[in-house]
């Protein structure tokens, strides 16, 4: 066995835990992508036709419901800026002081009422307000790298991945096939396979994927990726049963004490770290900033009051933040857009996860 094969099948055994997980992490964070020239066969590949793939995938239909990481809450809170962002971008948000936010912690899947599988990937969504009407939205997932380094990767990975009738699970010959023709997946994998999940979502850190660029005031321009790490998490038992383990987890942590996230900022090298390619992570003695904290101190029921509408778009972003040349940014953006574009012509239940509030 290669040793390509090898990762396929551990991941199969360890991360894709079930067919809703297998077509989550495939979609996490991406949900689909814009193809305008790119022709798959007969058929041309857009957003629309690989957002029907997951609604396919999830299956089952749930009007109204995020077609994908469907299962959320919503939460809110501020992000403590200290300043040390301004040397690298002029955004307004790195200046010393406390911006609003609101956010939606998520598993991946287009079933709002699956269970909280502890290998599936998880999300974070956040919407900071900024002085001036300026928002910056992020999208960001449990997983340091991303399987798939193109929108095409990606479309193919998932028709590899997908569940058999038959069985409602992967085949995994065909996973390992997959894998074993696409090295840039196979090394994704080894990094992803890295330590077992975090028992609650306060342990967990999240990470952006994709390669931005901040610019300051003297017009320099750098690559970075940033991720949020756990500030001192609070130390609950997660809970040992129940399909919303999870997220019940979520709202007994917030409501007792405030989550705190360390938001840090990693300096790439012009020329020599990848921009374009999010299955490759950049070296570990690349520099980093802390650029504040994240503090999360509400937790709700997702509903139209909240998150229920916005859509955690990447690419919407303040002045002094740019998109890299990664094709997957424009792709994501795209297929938010249609996703947005479906649910909002359906009526919207009530969250799966309901917060009784404290």
């Known amino acids: 066995m290669t040793e390509a094969s090898r990762h396929s099948l551990r991941l199969n055994r360890r991360t894709l ?3 809703a997980a297998v077509a989550a992490l495939g979609a996490a964070g991406i949900g689909g992508f ?4 790119n022709v798959i066969g007969p058929w041309r590949l857009t957003a629309r036709r690989l957002v029907d793939r997951l609604q396919d995938t999830a299956g089952g239909s749930f009007p109204g419901c995020r077609r994908n990481h469907a299962k959320g809450l919503a939460v809110a809170g501020y992000f403590e800026s200290n300043g040390n962002g301004v040397e690298l971008s002029k955004a307004s948000v790195f200046r010393p002081g406390r911006y609003r936010l609101d956010g939606r912690f998520s598993l991946a899947g287009g079933n709002p009422h ?3 599988i502890p290998a599936a990937p998880r999300g974070l969504g956040l919407r900071l307000f900024l002085p001036g009407g300026e928002q910056w939205r992020m999208a960001m997932i449990n997983i340091p790298v991303f399987l798939d380094a193109s929108p095409q990767d990606f479309y193919d990975r998932t028709l590899a991945f997908a569940p058999d009738p038959a069985t409602g699970k992967p085949d995994p010959a065909a996973m390992s096939r997959y894998v074993a023709a696409h090295p840039k997946t196979a090394a994704a994998l080894s990094v992803i396979e890295q330590g077992a999940p975090p028992a609650t979502f306060a342990d967990t850190a999240f990470f952006g994927l994709n390669a931005f660029e901040f610019s300051n005031t003297r017009g320099d321009t750098v690559p970075v990726r940033w991720r949020l790490v756990p500030d001192n998490p609070p130390r609950l038992a997660p809970l040992a049963t129940g399909e919303n383990a999870l997220f019940e987890g979520l709202v007994a942590g917030i409501q007792a004490a405030p989550l705190r996230w360390k938001f840090l900022v990693t300096v790439g090298r012009r020329g020599v770290d990848p921009t ?3 299955t490759a992570a950049w070296p570990a003695d690349r520099r980093e900033v802390q650029v504040g904290t994240v503090v999360l101190d509400q937790v709700h029921t997702e509903s ?5 509408n916005v859509n955690f778009d990447p690419l919407v972003l303040p ?4 998109p890299s040349d990664d094709p997957l940014l424009q792709a994501r953006s795209a297929a938010y857009a249609e996703s947005f574009r479906r649910r909002a012509g359906e009526a919207k ?8 509030e404290a």
Request: charged share 25%; proline share 7%.
């Open 17 to 19: 835990l079930g067919s």
């Open 34 to 37: 814009l193809l305008t020239e």
């Open 114 to 116: 699956m269970p909280d």
């Open 276 to 278: 374009d390619d999010a």
């Open 304 to 308: 139209a009051d909240n998150v229920q």
């Open 319 to 322: 002045d002094g933040i740019t």
């Open 349 to 356: 239940p009530t969250g799966a996860v309901v917060v009784k």
